[in-house]
């Protein structure tokens, strides 16, 4: 499967974007979606993840209660809702793809990044 992620931006703290992670050459539905973020020096933290058979969500705690993960079988995508951004959100994102959700980096798929930006 290949994933491919977008909806990245640049935003004002308190703002909102929703991220996109659009699948191809397989159908989403066999598979768990992560999202990831890496700041500029930092290492890749898990963000979200859902899973394939029903559905559970998981978020870290950074971002419990501001960011929601979904996903549309139907148009082969996962989104991730982001809300109440804070410019520690600012990052690149990146989605990724396997059998079971798990919040380390040990996912097969990945997706190219889209950057974050949350600044006034």
């Known amino acids: 499967v290949q994933l491919q992620a977008s909806g990245g931006g640049l935003v004002q703290p308190g703002g909102s974007l929703r991220l996109s992670c659009a699948a191809s050459?397989?159908?989403?539905?066999?598979?768990?979606i992560g999202w990831f973020r890496q700041a500029p020096g930092k290492e890749r933290e898990w963000v979200s993840c859902i899973s394939a058979s029903d559905v559970k969500t998981h978020y870290a705690d950074s971002v419990k209660g501001r960011f929601t993960i979904s996903r549309d079988n139907a148009k082969n995508t996962v989104y991730l809702q982001m809300n109440s951004l804070k410019p520690e959100d600012t990052a690149v994102y990146y989605c990724?793809?396997?059998?079971?959700?798990?919040?380390?980096?040990?996912?097969?798929?990945w997706g190219q990044g889209t950057q974050v930006t949350v600044s006034s």
């Open positions: 990724a793809g396997d059998l079971y959700c798990r919040s380390t980096a040990a996912y097969h798929y």
């Open positions: 050459g397989s159908t989403l539905n066999y598979y768990a």
